[in-house]
């Protein structure tokens, strides 16, 4: 059974920065590729970007470009999203998915950029 | 960039067939994919490539492709499907992931 599980809630400063973690089970863990998609407050899904395990190589929306990096650590099947220069935009759930077709996810981290 | 399209809202009766369409220039030639999510709960894939129903899916949810529109068809719809559907794809000439912005599905 495939699982990718989250780390908890953070509440940030604006201009600090934000460090999520996705630990996958079940599936081999650098088979996949792991994308990162956000979801503003009653908004639509957002992809940031994704990273492949095997070569830690990463893509990045434009949007988030010098703003985010993602890391894959296959010692530990984890898979870090860290996002800087925090802003109250960025109040939002992030999520890691499984691959192109994003067909597992997590259960959602909410990060809340408040002063 | 590329961009899809879908309606903000559907409403259907119980019983009754949804279509809930995703619009994208020559999507045709894309993999599409959609998602099903409910309220303060995380995505879950209902189609993928196109057509294809992962396990677990009911064979209510149905997908396909026409011109330059994707659709998601759920038949003999229920309570249950209230809730908002993403399509997604993969645009080759960004190298991104795009999404639709999503449809609000209401069972009358």
């Known amino acids: 059974q495939v699982q990718l599980v989250q780390s908890g809630a953070e509440v940030k400063k604006p201009g600090s920065s934000v460090k999520v973690s996705c630990k996958a089970s079940?599936?081999?863990?650098?088979?996949?590729?792991i994308n990162w998609v956000r979801q503003a407050p009653g908004q639509g899904l957002e992809w940031m970007g994704r990273?492949?395990?095997?070569?830690?190589?990463?893509d990045y929306a434009q949007k988030f470009q010098g703003r985010v990096t993602f890391i894959a650590d296959e010692s530990t099947s984890t898979a870090y999203m860290e996002l800087s220069s925090l802003r109250s935009e960025d109040t939002a759930v992030y999520y890691c998915?499984?691959?192109?077709?994003?067909?597992?996810w997590g259960q959602g981290t909410l990060v809340t950029v408040s002063s | 960039s590329y961009v899809l399209t879908q309606p903000p809202s559907v409403s259907v009766a119980p019983g009754k067939t949804a279509r809930i369409t995703c619009g994208g220039n020559?999507?045709?030639?894309?993999?599409v994919h959609w998602y099903q999510q409910k309220p303060g709960q995380a995505p879950v894939l209902v189609i993928y490539?196109?057509?294809d129903r992962p396990s677990g899916i009911p064979e209510r949810f149905s997908g396909s492709k026409s011109g330059n529109t994707a659709t998601l068809t759920i038949s003999r719809v229920e309570a249950g499907d209230e809730a908002d559907y993403y399509c997604q794809v993969w645009d080759s000439s960004s190298d991104h992931v795009v999404f639709g912005g999503g449809t609000k599905l209401t069972v009358l």
């Open positions: 490539y196109d057509s």
């Open positions: 990273i492949i395990p095997i070569s830690g190589t990463a």
């Open positions: 998915a499984r691959g192109g077709a994003h067909d597992y």
């Open positions: 079940g599936a081999t863990f650098n088979s996949y590729t």
């Open positions: 020559n999507i045709g030639s894309k993999s």
